[in-house]
């Protein structure tokens, strides 16, 4: 019913930047939190950052400061914009959001399919 399509991923020198974004599609009513999660081999998948359809937002300890998350309402999409990246940023990210269906208007937490997402050092 909805899916989430990431893009933006790559490979990047230390310091550099990249900008990754998420566009929901499908039976959409509405999408209250999208964020971003990550996953480094082997560690457990954490939250980077999150925003409302207000506007709030929630970050990561480790990347509040460089990283900064804004979405689109009327897209429906979700980017993170990661600056200053570190090695330790090297990670599988993944675009999450609450959305309501309009078939149900029942919410769900949907999972895009991931992008990497590689910084050398």
């Known amino acids: 019913q909805v899916q989430l399509v990431e893009s933006g991923g790559g490979s990047v020198q230390a310091g550099g930047s990249l900008r990754l974004s998420c566009a929901a599609s499908g039976s959409i009513f509405s999408i209250n939190i999208m964020g971003w999660y990550r996953q480094a081999p082997g560690k457990q998948r954490e939250l980077v950052a999150a925003i409302t359809s207000g506007g709030s937002t929630n970050y990561g300890d480790s990347v509040k400061g460089r990283f900064t998350i804004s979405r689109d309402n009327a897209k429906n999409t979700v980017y993170l914009q990661m600056n200053s990246l570190k090695s330790e940023d090297t990670a599988d990210y993944y675009c999450?959001?609450?959305?309501?269906?309009?078939?149900?208007?029942?919410?769900?937490?949907?999972w895009g399919q991931g992008t990497q997402v590689t910084v050398s050092s």
């Open positions: 999450n959001a609450w959305v309501v269906v309009t078939t149900t208007f029942v919410g769900s937490n949907y």
